[in-house]
């Protein structure tokens, strides 16, 4: 990121997709002049490219990719170059069929999109790797390559069933087991005679008559994340070969389910992000804070780059509809405030044809003219003036358990309640935070916790024994858990935590026995009655029928065909606090006993400001900062700080101040 920043002048990076090629040689110049007056230092290049690069097998012509790229370095506009192997050109399927992916129902994917590739296939590999090969090897002296951005939005399919991936799943499974007898304990294989003789009789998990193997389908989801790791980390050490130099990203789709972050992150040089949060949407703006908090969080609050975003409507929704003034600077400065150091689009001119053509750009349909341009050259201009910004961090003293295995078992079929999903868990946890302006991380289970107060588990449905005695050992050390329901229920193979009933993983920690799930029906709720105040609550979809054993109940149900049982309880261990949520509470109390562990634990908020500004600092290494208050409200706000006139706040304003050591 450092090397980034060195190359854009210690800049906040300011640009978006640049697609030359869909337009005639003499709108480039245009383009260049108006992206100098946009304040534009940053475009990305050739994501879609492969069919323009090498229009036949082994032929290659780069002419038209050097014209561009001398343009841009003419104008001192770097360029993040894209190894565009995201989208093969129609002469690969056609002649290797094979390399188009199968799906588990027996359909083979067609050309005529993007990302038609099997990641396991080692055709495609061999072509794609060929290509980047070519292309670092032609632009790695390049005075306009800054950064290198590898494919896009990897996986594509959520899993192919071909021959080449069936054999490949089987050698992963090879190297996680190393033998069967190890495979088929994990898998439970003794269940409906599916034990496993040979290594050839396993095949990935496709369409069957009852229930598939649920621990296999979480095998089959970390295998589909290995194999297009495997992808990205093969061009990747390409490019580092031939441009050690250059930094090394692909682009993440925010809270995405089907590929672990955790593990990608750790194999490029800087996270980038996608993120097209609804502009209409009342919680848009908490969903996106909560996807830049993980994005941050993946590299251990590292700066990040907002690699893709919207200037108005996007084209995938029902209704796509325009953004309201001035929310484009907004969510901007929201992703900059945590933790992004740019700032960029899809795309730099909307499109005239193809698919997307209906989505948004910097350089709208209309032109110049326009509301959409005007914002953006706006904000442009306000973006060189915060260069200082770059390379600071958002700190944290309260942390969110967020795991892609578990949240893969989670949602596999045969579970007690059929609709539990994880993101809707994760962000009604987070929503009442980010209300108190509560800066938070994102830690994997068993992450180093010793930074934080408060550790806040929406589910851990999965934990193995690494993670479980890591949460644990951070209240024996003085920290505050708070736990929701359905947590520590089963290990790393999706089999259940044995013995002496649920959760098996916290039962100590959190003391409390468990020894039934009572789900309840969409048209049923319970009464809570609060042991402090004697004050009642209503409590939906979950009941956990258990017993305190260490820990005291701090909701009780009062009503139910099973009577008066403990709802949340608070448990002392070691020299920590462990609050459990055996229960699905209303927004109100699930906001209560969030933000009296935050005062518990003794985290502060960034700033006491009113309901519904956001308050986000980001603080420097000489111990300075620099103060984010977004107000993403239709009214405008006054904002009272100590030391601090009072600050007004225009509807979906934003105020940065700089903040001295």
Known sequence: MAALRSRLGGRLAYGGDYNPEQWPEEVWAEDVKMMREAGVNLVTVGVFSWTLLEPDPGHYTFDWLDRVMDLLADHDIAVDLATPTAAPPAWLPYEHPETRPLLADGTRLTFGSRQHYCSSSPIYRAKAAALVERLATRYATHPALALWHVNNEYPGVDGCHCDA???HFRRWLADRYGDLDALNRAWGTSFWSQRYRAWAEITPPGKVLGAVNPAQRVDFRRFNGDAALEC????????????????????????????DYWKWAAEEDVVALDAYPDARDPLGHVKAAMNYDLMRSLRAGRPWLLMESATGPVNSRRRNSARPPGQLRLRSH????????????????????????YHSAMVPHAGADSRIWREVAALGSELRDLAEVGGTRVESEVAIVWDWPSWWALEEGGRPLADLAFHDQALAHYLPLWQANIAVDMVRPGADLSRYRLL?????????????????????????????????????????????GHPGAFRDVLGVRIEEFNPLQDDESLTLRWSDDGSVSTASQWQDLMRTESAEALATFTDGMFGELPAVTRNTYGHGTATYIGTQLDTERLASVLTDAVAT??????????????????????????????????????????????LHLPPQGVTILREEA
């Open 334 to 357: 929201q992703a900059v405030a945590r933790g992004a150091d740019s700032v960029m689009f899809f795309q730099w001119r909307a499109s005239a044809f193809g698919a997307e053509k």
């Open 456 to 500: 806040v588990v929406p589910n851990l449905y999965l934990v193995d024994a690494e993670g479980a005695a890591n949460i644990t050992a951070f209240v024996e050390h003085g920290g505050h858990l708070v736990m929701s329901y359905f947590s520590g229920i089963v290990d790393e193979n999706d089999q259940i935590i044995l013995p002496g």
């Open 232 to 259: 990205f980390t093969a061009e990747r050490d390409l490019l580092r070969r031939i441009t050690p130099a250059i930094p090394v990203t692909t682009n993440f789709m925010a809270s995405y389910k089907f590929l």
């Open 165 to 167: 991936s069936a054999a």
């Open 601 to 646: 634990a003794g985290v502060r908020p960034v700033a006491q400001v009113p309901e519904g500004v956001e308050a986000v600092r980001r603080h420097a290494a000489d111990g300075g900062s620099h103060l984010f208050l977004l107000n993403h409200t239709d009214a405008p706000i006054t904002v009272e700080l100590p030391t601090k006139t009072a």
